[in-house]
């Protein structure tokens, strides 16, 4: 059987809730197609989430890993493309700690990229009606480092497993306290991420589309 | 018996449904409490739209008038505080006509405020999980069209009706032909119309809360 | 002799300088064509700033006034269109106050259109490669009670005085303090004040092109 | 005697200048303290560029490279973190060309770092008053194609020498037929590249700053 671990992250920043963690949890359990969906949920904490997210990985076995992070201020879901071997904390995290331009992994290479099939991900989901793009960047932190973490991993220790990042929108109640932020309804990120799971298991040689960006 | 009007707006501009309309049609006929709801769908006619939404009034005699538009690109819901007596289109409407720096209502005042509780508003949608805001401009086009036209019939002919004007973002179907885009689902703006119906339903002066903007 | 009185407004919500000031100061006391400049500094402090600005117009008896006002997270010049009888306060003013849904001017009307010739403003300044549009709002805090003020006093006690209000980015030095702010240059703030000027002075009648927008 | 390549790029997109090239090309043959400098401008041709590149860092034999491009829609100077080993044009180069999914150079590993004090610049350029913040990303086309053949070419060839990216808003006239876009004088990019220049000159080791992003 095909299994999916499907991961979201802790609140962080002030907000009571993550809207990666609502999106996954709400299919731990599940089975799409023959697919077996496993959800859990990571913390916030740069030094820790990494192995975190490999014990799980080494617990459950699964074949693909979705690991899912919440990006405040975007408006769609957003594949990453590349994980990048940098910690650069603007804020603390959930440990109260601040690394500033340290490895993820000392030693490792500069950059990972996802292997997921991100074009098929982003033409999937607007076939779905779901806004959903690819990014360049996942940032410096928390949810950079378990991209970076998850995809060393495969590289260094599990070639034949599958996965990446995605960003997801703050949810609407979120949003409230934000001025202006765009935000996600949980049953769209539900949907998304069900799109997600059932392209990534059909797609085996990600599709040539120009979503890239010139800055 | 209690009659709210809630009206919604044409598909314009390319687009093929208008979330205005959606989140109206939705709600036709159904009660709530003690409320009668029907929806009229208005065309992006500018020069027409003001005297449908006056038909529409006279026949259905409501209590409260609830207008609807497209605000694409806009993150929340958007309660407007006035309607302007000016028409200054930068695109075409579906008549194919771009009246520029016409007024709505020849000789009418230069502006109306909403005479719905739009703090009242604000604040229950907030407290619904729904983003909301107090917009300062409805734009110079069709949806301003519609608000000036039905400030002015409460004004001049129905001075015990209320009646404003809210914009909402696009539906996420609409957001994927548009980059970056912010969206908000159906059911998301078809609450917020339930909580804006409730809402002004009980409040007969509105509070006073500091929603403005510096510029 | 023509007199052009342009006014800026003192720092507030702790900025240490107002592009306003800065833009309109270089150009106090210089001649521009047969037009003497004369700038003062406004208050913000909303219930004496029109106070402030009628004294100003009583004292130089101008026959064109050009208020300025900052807009942080503006990208680009805007010409207001619009201002609106109302006060609401996000952020309390200079003198510590804070009000809420007040008239800028009991009793008086909703609105006033600018008397200025906005749309060739827009205008006259893209072909001076400075960007530039028409605003629909101008806020509901100092910057707007200015505007209202100015309209008002135009309407009721000088007929004759043209005056409008517009708004500038903040200044780079400004944006460094502000995540992700657009500025502009002292030096392109104060080549869009003489633009406006001379534009100002030879247009009798305003141009019609469609600036609008749709919300 | 220090000698430091500038490199702006030529107008792409519909544009008829291109801010990179207009903030360099005032420096070409200064000297900036003991620094000489000169200035080239690249081809917008993804398959031509790292060659240019290289052939002028062949032939002037720098000793810092600064290379700059346009980042329409950006409001700050942009300190590009990382260059990535692929190109995925959304619009044809100036060729006619839109590689997507290729490699900048086959064989060469996923990305570089900066070898530019890219804290540096941004605190320095802050205390010049000139916004500015460090890109997690140059994109996925010419720029980063440029970024990452300079970084390949130093990794492999070059060891010495120190060079990196640096985006740049579009200049007032540019913004001009771009609703709501920023932009920078260029008085102000100038100003700009002259700081970058000096910080870099005595800048031995970057400083840790928390400059990074969430997402």
Known sequence: MTTILLTGIDPFNGETINPSWEAVRALD?????????????????IGEVGGAL???????????????????????????????????????????????????????????FSTLPIKALVAALHAAGIPA???????????????????????T??????????????????AVRHRNAPSMARETLIEAVRVMIATTLITTQDVKLGFGSEH
Chains 1, 2, 3, 4 share one sequence.
């Not at 990014?135 to 590289?155: D, K, M, P, R, V």
Request: aromatic content about 6%; some cysteine.
């Open 54 to 112: 490999v014990a799980a990985i080494e617990e459950i076995r699964p074949d693909v890993v979705l690991c899912l992070g919440q990006a405040g201020g975007r408006a769609d879901v957003t594949i990453e493309r590349v994980a990048i071997n940098i910690v650069d904390a603007r804020i603390p995290d959930n440990a109260g700690l601040q690394p500033v331009d340290e490895p993820v992994v000392a030693g490792g290479p500069a950059a990972y």
């Open 133 to 155: 793009s690819v990014s360049e960047s996942a940032g410096t932190y928390n949810c950079n480092a378990i991209f970076y973490a998850l995809s060393h991993h495969i590289a």
């Open 157 to 174: 220790r599990r070639p034949g497993l599958r996965g990446g990042f995605i960003h997801v929108p703050f949810l609407p109640e979120q």
């Open 29 to 45: 359990g599940e089975t799409l197609g023959s697919a077996r969906l496993v959800a859990r949920q990571l913390p916030c904490v």
